[in-house]
């Protein structure tokens, strides 16, 4: 209790947890969320808040299971913002990246932002199941990143689907991970969009597809 900020953080969760237990019991209505709150323990009603918490950890720590080097332990190669809801959702006690507050993050407050969580891991997923496509699932990039003196932890989807489109572009029979970023080549978007068009998979579950917009977005900028 001598550290305010870290109980006034603490009763944040709370109330955040018991609001969004609130909506789960009444459905979104008010009227019933107040007879819930009147005539049901706050044990009861803290429980069904962390319900839907519970279940994203499970999914966030499937994704992370498929989404990481063999060499890897922790850090899979998601890119950011997928990277910090996988990794805040898999916690102990799961919490949600803060949009208003960088680098924050707090329980999750409402049925809306266990939405927003889904939709994030679903594009997640489909990621995976885009470089898996690609020919580029962790381990096949393993051993590639072992080959070119880069950590297990270094290493994002998008650097592995520029270096791809950098391969197909100049007809090289290495895969540059390790290169840096200058300025793109001539032709690179050309290429970078044709790679993610190949991006096709007959397997049933995620949509390679899904994860292409912010990848390409993320591959571009980091020739900027």
Known sequence: ??????????????????????????????????????????????????????????????IAQSARLPQAQNVTLLDRPLSDVVDSLQRKRPVWPDPSAPRSRRALASSAEVSEADRLLDEAESVVALLRALGLSPAELGPRAEAAGIAPTALRASDAVRALALQRLRGAPELPLAEQTGAAPVGFERALDEVLRTARTDEPGADPSRAAPRLREQVLKSFR
């Open 1 to 62: 209790m001598d550290e305010p900020e870290e109980v006034r953080a603490a009763l944040a969760d709370a109330r955040a947890t018991l609001s969004l237990g609130l909506e789960t019991l009444s459905g979104g209505d008010p009227d019933r969320a107040a007879a819930a709150l009147a005539e049901r323990p706050i044990r009861e009603i803290f429980q069904a808040g962390l319900a839907e918490p519970y279940r994203l950890q499970s999914r966030a720590r499937r």
